[in-house]
Each structure stands twice: as structure tokens, then as C-alpha cells.
């Protein structure tokens, strides 16, 4: 079975300050993919990242990075210099290779306080 | 459409009802899938579709739920004779193909039994 733990209810950091959001996954597939969603006040889902499991370079994109490493089966999230509009929900999640239905976790809350 | 587009966003029923939601994907997206996303927690999946396969409705909480899609394209999940504990937001996605690209969810339907 899949599980994916984001064990972050709720973080507040103050604008600027750097957070990390963890997510650790469980699968028995040798081929998976994870996933970052962004869920802002307005309620839509935004797609941030996909990475698949045989890929392990760790990612960054302007002030998002992100650490993906096998070994403790976790891909952790990075905002650096954090912004009020990054407030939202981010969820974490996992889908089986070459399988459509992914696993999500039950998201973490970021709060940017300006 | 340019996205996942679903109706209602805001549907308000009375205990015992029957509803149907509407999930509109993206063109060409030969992928759908229904997940529930309650009060402050995570995505729940509820069903997916992949192109003339048959559906994976493991996520369906009971019999009242039901999905169709009709022609490769538009969704409709409907609940019959609703409980208070379907109230939820039913959020819809798409993706490409076979391969495991990130979802493009809808602005989901907010459906709240009375």
C-alpha cells in the first residue's frame, strides 16, 4: 500500500524567513513519482513538481527547491525568502509507475505573516 | 478548454437528495480522475478514469456513489440519497496519457447536504 506523511500540520514563519515542508512516502514500487501541489485561499490545486523515482537530483526553481532522497524516503520542500502569497496548503504525493491513481498526503498549512 | 472546468461550484442539497457533478477535463486528456477533499483534510480519491479502460472505482466510500464518462470526455459523479457526511469539495482533474504527469485539478464543486 501507499502512504505519504506529511507530519506538518500548520507552519507560520515570518516573511523572508526560509521554510522546509517534509513529506516521507512508503511504496514497495521500484518506479514511483511524487508530487508537490500548491492549494492557495482560492481553493484551486496548482501542480508545482513531478519527480520520478530514479531521479534523484535535487530540483530548484526560483526560490522553490526540492530534496528527494531514497534512502530516508523523503522529498522535502523548500521556500526560500518566503513571501505572504505563499501562504497556502502543500500537499505531497505519490503515484505508482506507469498507474495513474496517486496518493496524496494530508498537507501542511503555511502561514506567511508579513 | 484552456482548463478542468466543473459545475456547479456550489451545490446546497437537502438529506436524501440525489446530486450529480459535472467535470469538464482538458481536451485532449485521456485521464480523469474524482478525489473529495473534506473540511481541512487531505484529497480522498474516489475514481479514475484512463481512456476505454474500465474505470478504478476502489475509492467509491459506498454504493450511492457513481461515476460515469461519456464519450473519453465529460465526467459526472453523482451521489444518491446524500448524507451529511458527503458534504465535501469534489475536485476534479485530468492528465496526459499513461505516463504519470501531474494532475490539472478543477476549481471543484463545494457540495454541502443539509
Known amino acids: 500500500a501507499q502512504k505519504v506523511t506529511q507530519a506538518q500540520t500548520e507552519i507560520s514563519v515570518v516573511e523572508k524567513e526560509d521554510v522546509t515542508l517534509d513529506c516521507v512516502y512508503e511504496t514497495r514500487d521500484t518506479t514511483y513519482y511524487l508530487f508537490w501541489y500548491k492549494q492557495p485561499p482560492s481553493g484551486e490545486l496548482v501542480f508545482l513538481i513531478r519527480r520520478n523515482s530514479f531521479d534523484e537530483q535535487n530540483e530548484i526553481s526560483g526560490r522553490y527547491s526540492w530534496n528527494f532522497q531514497k534512502s530516508t524516503s523523503s522529498f522535502n520542500f523548500t521556500i526560500t525568502a518566503s513571501q505572504v502569497v505563499d501562504s497556502a496548503v502543500y500537499f505531497c504525493?505519490?503515484?505508482?509507475?506507469?498507474?495513474?491513481?496517486?496518493?496524496f498526503g494530508t498537507g501542511t498549512k503555511l502561514q506567511v505573516i508579513p | 478548454g484552456a482548463g478542468v472546468s466543473q459545475s456547479p461550484s456550489n451545490k446546497v442539497t437537502e438529506k436524501g437528495k440525489d446530486v450529480e457533478l459535472r467535470c469538464d477535463p482538458i481536451s485532449g486528456h485521456t485521464a480523469l480522475y474524482w478525489y473529495r477533499q473534506s473540511l481541512g483534510q487531505g484529497l480522498e480519491f474516489l475514481i479514475y478514469f484512463q481512456g476505454n479502460s474500465a474505470p478504478d472505482k476502489s475509492g467509491l466510500p459506498s454504493d450511492r456513489f457513481s461515476a460515469e464518462r461519456t464519450g473519453g470526455s465529460v465526467s459526472t459523479l453523482t451521489i444518491q440519497r446524500t448524507q451529511q457526511e458527503d458534504s465535501a469539495v469534489y475536485l476534479c482533474?485530468?492528465?496526459?496519457?499513461?505516463?504519470?504527469?501531474?494532475?490539472?485539478f478543477g476549481s471543484g464543486t463545494r457540495l454541502t447536504v443539509v
Open positions: 482533474a485530468s492528465s496526459l496519457g499513461r505516463q504519470t504527469y501531474g494532475y490539472t
Open positions: 504525493a505519490l503515484g505508482q509507475g506507469g498507474y495513474q491513481k496517486v496518493t
